[in-house]
């Protein structure tokens, strides 16, 4: 598989796990759509470095590469990117915090995050894949 064939599936991945945190806040699990949100982040990040083929088995280790090989190379907006550190904290609290109250609003803020790092991904990986052919 090619890291372009790589980068677009975890996209069209990231696109479906973005209707996953949508269907959650419908049925009121916040907590879920907060997973789920912070999941399109990622797998977006992830899609961004199967182009420069990188990649890390920890989260930690993903964004630390994203920050580092896309959002420092000016390829990515840092504005979107700090979306994904503040989700993952927020995923984390939510999946394994004790009495941590995730509202309606709290989630809906986090959709709104993800759809935009998405559609930036989109934007950054033509970008990306138009500056290799050249």
Known sequence: MSRVNLAEYRLKKAKKILIEAEDSIKQ???AM???RSYYVMFT???ALLALKELDSSKHSGVISLFNQH???AELFPTEFSKFLRE???MREDA???DFVKIT???AKNQIDHAQKFLEEAEKTLLKMMQGAKE
């Open 44 to 46: 977006s990040a992830r």
């Open 70 to 72: 896309i959002v420092k």
């Open 87 to 89: 989700a993952q904290g």
């Open 28 to 30: 009121n699990h916040f």
């Open 104 to 106: 309606q609003e709290d």
């Open 95 to 97: 999946d394994y915090g």
């Open 33 to 35: 759509s907060i997973n």
